[in-house]
């Protein structure tokens, strides 16, 4: 990613962050959407976590992906329900219908707050995101090998992740 891009992308990071203060979630869930956050953001830059999520198993050439960010919408949302582990977080979806879709995120139910941490694929284009368009859905079947793929190459723990999906 060019330098002017890694700028912008810290700074959509600290954005990110910044919106969980604002947000006035129970001590909790700020402190562990934070870390969830930086921690899905630093491994989006890594060569080992692309490959596992998109080359693996669905052969996207992801060294054409033009920001760190793009594609990790449906791995990165799917994994952040699943590890709040708590129904104040919905996961949400924007389907074909949007020019630039499908594209997947997380509301924050108490408020109605979207919380999209992939936003800035779009910003970079200058295109807004839709966000009134989203509509509740769940992880699909293939959504457990997803989680599984993006958070072992994250190193983050994803067994925790799949048992509270199964709680549902």
């Not at 723990?157 to 799949?162: E, G, I, Q, R």
Request: aromatic share 16%.
């Amino acid at each position: 990613m060019r330098k002017n891009n890694q700028e912008a992308y810290e700074n959509a990071t600290r954005g990110l962050i910044q919106k969980l203060d604002d947000m006035n979630l129970p001590r909790e869930q700020r402190l562990r959407s934070k870390n969830l956050t930086l921690a899905f953001r630093d491994a989006f830059k890594q060569e080992a976590v692309k490959h596992a999520t998109f080359h693996a198993d669905i052969g996207y050439d992801y060294r054409y992906f033009p920001y760190d960010s793009y594609g990790f919408c449906r791995a990165s949302s799917f994994s952040f329900v699943a590890l709040m582990n708590s129904k104040d977080w919905r996961l949400m979806y924007i389907n074909e219908i949007w020019a630039y879709g499908p594209h997947y995120f997380v509301m924050y139910m108490p408020t109605k707050t979207p919380f999209d941490l992939t936003f800035d694929q779009y910003v970079y284009d200058g295109v807004p995101v839709p966000y009134e368009l989203g509509r509740p859905t769940s992880i699909d079947g293939d959504g457990k090998n997803v989680i599984t793929r993006f958070l072992h190459a994250t190193g983050l723990d994803f067994s925790v992740a799949l048992k509270n999906i199964d709680r549902d």
